[in-house]
């Protein structure tokens, strides 16, 4: 998302990760296969959200994506949320793709001062 205002350093974001996600979220991550074993999709999770969801470039549309989402459904109690940025059209139509229903929308008013969608899932 070249579009996409960077608001922390990448020392920021270690620490972020390291003191905030790691600590606070089910985190799960997905590596390439073979002895490069590089990270290459990430899941984090907490009760009733999807805080994160990335999948990289080289990866997407190969369904790495849509197996992480569906664990994230398989391990929900019950309805799950998660935001997304209004511009990023590709995530928007993944999610609706997989049940998700826009519920509301922002104009902004985030660290990276992007308008986004707020998305909800409910079990079936």
């Known amino acids: 998302m070249p579009w996409l205002a960077v608001p922390h350093t990448l020392a920021e974001d270690e620490v972020w990760v390291a003191e905030v996600l790691l600590r606070e979220h089910d985190v799960r ?3 390439r296969p073979g002895e ?4 290459v999709a990430v899941l984090a999770l907490s009760p009733g959200w ?3 969801l990335y999948v990289a470039p080289e990866q997407q549309g190969c369904g ?7 664990l994230a459904q398989d391990v929900a109690s019950g309805p799950l949320q998660l935001w997304t940025f209004q511009r990023n059209s ?4 993944f999610y609706e793709r997989h ?4 519920v509301r929308r922002t104009d902004g008013d985030n660290e990276e001062r992007e308008p986004d969608v707020l998305y909800r899932w ?3």
């Not at 490069?36 to 990270?39: K, L």
């Not at 590709?90 to 139509?93: E, I, L, N, T």
């Not at 049940?99 to 826009?102: L, R």
């Open 29 to 31: 991550v997905a590596c």
């Open 36 to 39: 490069d074993r590089r990270p």
């Open 50 to 52: 999807i805080n994160q």
């Open 64 to 70: 790495l994506g849509a197996r992480l989402l569906r």
């Open 90 to 93: 590709r995530a928007r139509s």
């Open 99 to 102: 049940g998700f229903v826009e």
């Open 122 to 124: 409910a079990p079936g």
